[in-house]
Every structure is written in structure tokens, then in C-alpha cells.
Nanobody
Framework: QVQLVESGGGLVQAGGSLRVSCAAS????????MGWFRQAPEKEREFVAA????????AYADSVKGRFTISRDNAKNTVYLQMNSLKPEDTGVYYC??????????????????????WGQGTQVTVSS
């Protein structure tokens, strides 16, 4: 079992920055690839970013590429999502997720929510125009 707790969400103006964090507890954090997803009101949950077990491989949705950076600190059992140049369309609940991974790279399947075994409760990010 892995427990995930997100934090760092809030209200920010368009063009601003925010960093959300996800702290993991339970079994070995470095055994898991990690992903960030988001869900806006009345929309489906969508992939944002993913990172491999050691952080050497990452993937991003086209909508956030160049603006968001995913990283992890395995010593602190934490994954981060640094969000810059935020836009109103980035508004939503941001969820982190963990996938028990055997390889240290981000596969295409990392973009699918069904790939992940564990989820956090989410943190709200609101970007005002």
C-alpha cells in the first residue's frame, strides 16, 4: 500500500507560478513511477506529467510542455510539479498517482489513469484571469 497526500494548491493569477507536492508513505517510493493528473469541473481527468522511478525519464501533456516541470526526491518520498506561466485553463483539482514500475522509464501507458495503482485526494489549483 502507498498513501499519497498532495499539498501546495491555491489561487494564483494568470502568468504566475505554483508548486504542488505529493508526499508518499508506505512501501518503497523508488519502486514507483509517479504521475500528475488534473480534473476541471465537468471535464474528464487528464494526464499532466509523469516521472520514472529515479527521475531520469519524464513525459508531459502538450498543453503544459515548456511550462510545467515534474521532479522527485526519493530521499524525501516526494514528487513535485512546478507550474509556471499559469493559464486559467490550468484550473482544476490536481492529483498525484503511483504506478508500481519494473522499468526506469516513462512508457506511453503513463498517460492513462488506469495505469496507476494509488491516488491522492487531490489539491485545488485555481488560476484567475
Amino acid at each position: 500500500q502507498v498513501q499519497l497526500v498532495e499539498s501546495g494548491g491555491g489561487l494564483v493569477q494568470a502568468g504566475g507560478s505554483l508548486r504542488v507536492s505529493c508526499a508518499a508513505s508506505g512501501r518503497s517510493f523508488s519502486d514507483y513511477s509517479m504521475g500528475w493528473f488534473r480534473q476541471a469541473p465537468e471535464k474528464e481527468r487528464e494526464f499532466v506529467a509523469a516521472i520514472s522511478r529515479t527521475g531520469g525519464s519524464t513525459a508531459y501533456a502538450d498543453s503544459v510542455k515548456g511550462r510545467f516541470t515534474i521532479s522527485r526526491d526519493n530521499a524525501k518520498n516526494t514528487v513535485y510539479l512546478q507550474m509556471n506561466s499559469l493559464k486559467p485553463e490550468d484550473t482544476g483539482v490536481y492529483y498525484c498517482a503511483a504506478d508500481r514500475a519494473w522499468a526506469d522509464y516513462v512508457a506511453n501507458s503513463a498517460r492513462k489513469s488506469a495505469t496507476y495503482d494509488y491516488w491522492g485526494q487531490g489539491t485545488q489549483v485555481t488560476v484567475s484571469s
